[in-house]
């Protein structure tokens, strides 16, 4: 359905139509809405039309080829979405969403035209959003690199893990057997060599038994919880190592098509060369 001027006055690319020009506009421009969890267009749908968010917000994305989901951005109000396709007359290269209840208005190729036509310096607005779409695809590129797993995994650390980090690996180490070897010594030396009167914990030492025996609970369950915590990291890495197989397989395949490609034109360039030369020996 047709959209009020209104509407179209409060969005940037026809900031500086007139009154009457926005009635014009206002006559062609559609509007459309969708729910939250809709689905605007999916990437591969043919489209020759662009979008603006009126309000609500609106999920770019798409997936890699290991099926996990790449957000690109968030359209939000006054944003534009979908004009490659009305450009290049391509398939959508992304799926749009609809995160809440969206107003969106509706632009096709010859609205876009009769607009640049009457205001050239709209173009330069819609250049303007497209650049800071690339932006944000170019940001979004430098995260999508192999990602470090200890650097993810601290990042996620609360103390009490970081504490029994710590303790897991203190009681592995030289230092803690050293403490312990000359805590005993001096234990059962204290209680065997000094006098009955001064003696705290005579053989059979119950006393220190009962500490070993606690100390060894909580140490178990330390060992089990940073155990646990290798096992998501050794997780995390498998994934990671997943993705760079699957990185490396496509730029092999990709370096393969480079090389056919290569190896056809040399190939038709000799054949042109061989023809050429037997034709002036002639």
Partial sequence: ?????????????FKLLDER????????????????GDVIFHAGDLGDSLYIVRSGEVELF???TTGQKIVL???????????????????????????????????????????????????????AAMSSMLRDVDRLLQT????NVNEEME???????????????????LQFLLLHAAWFIFWVSWNMLLPDDQRFDPFPFGLLTMIV???????????????????AKDKIRNDIEYDINVKAELEVTHLHEKIDHIHEQMSTKFAELEKALRSHSN
């Fill in 1 to 13: 359905m047709p959209c009020k001027p209104s509407d179209l006055a409060a969005v940037d690319l």
């Fill in 21 to 36: 020009e926005l009635e014009d506009f206002a006559a062609v421009v559609d509007t459309t809405s969708a729910k939250q």
């Fill in 62 to 64: 798409i997936k890699d």
């Fill in 73 to 127: 951005t968030v359209a939000q109000s006054n944003d534009l979405f979908g004009e490659l396709s009305m450009l290049d007359a391509r398939p959508r290269s992304a799926t749009a969403m609809a995160l809440c209840d969206a107003e969106l208005l509706l632009l096709d190729r010859d609205d876009l035209l009769m607009l640049f036509q009457r205001q050239p310096d709209a173009a330069l607005n819609m250049l």
């Fill in 144 to 147: 999508r690199v192999s990602r």
């Fill in 155 to 173: 990042e996620k650390l609360s103390i009490l893990q970081r504490i029994s980090d710590w303790v897991a690996w203190f009681s592995g180490s």
């Fill in 213 to 231: 025996s606690l100390e060894a609970i909580f140490l178990s369950c330390i060992v089990l919880i940073s155990q646990n915590r290798q096992v």
